[in-house]
């Protein structure tokens, strides 16, 4: 594949090229924007930016809810030499600080959003007293509907050590790091992306990450249309409520090159595995991308085990492993073979250790998948803690060096020489190994927990916690872990607390309400400790918490603590409503939900919200939307609606 010099040269090159981008918003709502015609929205909405005063170098937030407008919106940044910064929409008080975090970070910003979201901020700016940002909300933020008729933007000359766009990883609200990816790192990466996969102006993708993840945005959209590919996007939230449509879409375009990281897989499987999908035909599918989290050996066995019925190969399914600070990609399994595993002994995971296989049975095996060898234009190293290089076979930590590595973080020097090794290298902040000549990626060096295929940060969701009373960071360690037979990460507080059980009980739910309410995140497990191990600095020792959890330290007091099966307890005198309090326990894992409790105020997530409705759905088709949910939050008041409609 040719080299471009920026996004720009690549767009003009591709603009009349006969392909498009298909939008999918429901099973029925789609619309299609041919490359020409993105190019013209893109110039018409680039005219109302620059009418506003905007200039190469500025910056536009593009905070939205449609895949189409955030696409004509990005492209008409880069036709201005305008920087995107993509952030995500959340419904929760932290996605809303973030935004403004990030607003105060920027020089000169302008926010691109809808106008109900924008109303939302205002409030919230008002609620909190925020009045530098609740006037930049009402000064420097646009609309599509804004986008003047006739409007004709000048297209910028961009160089390639331009910055391209900023990407804020999911990671820190409370500081948010903005990673720096010029022209130049973004169409390296690109090209390594269409030419480590393979793929031709005649595949087909389909994706439902979000745009602003980097998989989502640069994988999925940049790299594919690089290829010349038609390629459709799927509403992620469109994907959350109806996870079979994402492989209905797949067999109806015949889509060659597909995305997902873990969470993806588990939640198809969830409703595929009660409805099944006839008529299905996967033959089509060359490749399954698989990364942005840790990836389960087990759950690709029982995704590809599921699916072989309906066609789909098992080689199709290719781990890969990459970054935001190395643009997305960085290593890619081979493509024909199927996928491999290693399997080792978790106590030989340290650095500077030989890695030690293990048979599968043993209490200590872990099963890590390979990710293959780094692509074009990058080079990996594992080093020690003194970052020398070591020899394979040795655990250590993943280093990088290449064109699609970014060179700083927005405005942050002290982050950007962390991030660095005296040599230049990249510290990733994972660990891993290679066997075999394949990387293997073991843990993470840096506190990051993968939920859904998004970071997060231990101390922001202490921080939350720590509100509680009687609580503060002193007594709470939030940390991931993904338990032996588990195939996702699951979120994990561990609270100093030295009463008795019992009285532990009620802080539970408290933890578990206060994180759903914040964070929108469900708390796996909290687990009382009679201390908190730190280092002779102080510095909080997660892994050691972890260690115990996993060598079964904390069995006895969870087996205390897990809730006891009451016959009578969701025996509510109305059936339909034991029934549904029925199935919110099966799906809310040991979450009890009452009849009359707001599912919006009981501490779970919005993916498990949605999960109660797709298995009331099951039981009661076509009777309940998650959008229902606002009008009738209550399994009670659920239950009467479904009544009138039955």
Known sequence: MKLYDTLLDLFEDLKDHDREIRFIDGEKDESALRFAELWEAALAL??????????????????SKSNKSFVIAFWAAVLGGIVPVPVAVGISDEHKLKLFRIL????HPTLFTEMDLLQRLIDFAKERELDDVHALLEEHAVLMSDVEPGAHGEVHDAKADDVGFIQYSSGSTSDPKGVVLTHQNLCVNIRAIVEGFDWRDDDQALSWMPLTHDMGLIGFHLAVMAAGMNHAVMDTNVFVRRPLLWMSKASKLRATQLCS???????????FQRKGLPGADLSCVKRIINGAEPISWELCEEFLTELAPLGLKRNTMLPVYGLAEATVGVSFSPL??????VIMDRHSLQIGATYEPIDPGERDAVSFVKVGGAIRDVEIRIADDEDRMLDDGHIGHIQLHGGSVTDRIYGDAEATGALFTADGWLRTGDCGVFVDGALVITGRQ????????????PHDIEEIIAQLPDLDLNKVVVAGATPKGGQTEELIAFVLFRQDAEAFRPLIDQVRDIVGEHASLDVDTVIPVARIPKTTSGKVQRAKLLDAYFDGEFDAVLAELAPQEDADESCDDDPLVAELERICRDVSKDRKISADDNLFEVGVSSLTLTEVVLAIDERYPGKLDISDLFDYPTLREIAALLKRDT
């Open 336 to 341: 024909g073979p199927e996928y491999e595993r």
């Open 261 to 271: 990281p873990n969470f993806g897989y588990k939640h198809f499987l969830k409703l």
């Open 46 to 63: 680039l005219g109302s930016l620059q009418a506003r005063g905007m200039k190469p170098g500025d910056e536009l937030i593009i905070f």
């Open 104 to 107: 105060s970070q920027l020089e």
């Open 446 to 457: 840096k506190d990051i927990i993968i939920i859904n295929g998004q970071n997060y940060y």
